[in-house]
């Protein structure tokens, strides 16, 4: 069974940053692209952005792109969002998933693994 546990979730104010991370267990990590989502209240869960199973392809959401920065570190089973110049929008509970094959996809049907959620809220 795969577990992903998110961590660096926090309160800041806008324009500041954080780094969130997830933990993966098992051995099958470098097999997979990963993924990370979040949801406000009242709204849908959205894609943020993904990596690809060897790091080489990284996917933003428009709304992000060029603020946040995905990576991976195989070796450590972890994958990693910078998140910078914060705004209030960006508040929600942030997952982190794993998708069912090696090339990333925004669409959350093609993860089959979900972390638990870490809060972010970001406040002006």
């Known amino acids: 069974q795969v577990q992903l546990v998110e961590s660096g979730g926090g309160l800041v104010q806008a324009g500041d940053s954080l780094k969130l991370s997830c933990a993966a267990s098992?051995?099958?990590?470098?097999?997979?692209?990963m993924g990370w989502f979040r949801q406000a209240p009242g709204k849908e869960r959205e894609f943020v952005a993904a990596?690809?199973?060897?790091?080489?392809?990284?996917y933003y959401a428009d709304s992000v792109k060029g603020r946040f920065t995905i990576s991976r570190d195989n070796a450590e089973n972890t994958v990693y969002l910078q998140m910078n110049s914060l705004k209030p929008e960006d508040t929600a509970v942030y997952y982190c998933a794993r998708n069912l094959r090696r090339w990333g996809s925004t669409v959350p049907d093609q993860y089959n693994y979900w972390g638990q959620g870490t809060q972010v809220t970001v406040s002006s």
């Open positions: 098992g051995r099958t990590f470098i097999n997979y692209a």
């Open positions: 990596i690809s199973w060897s790091g080489g392809s990284t």
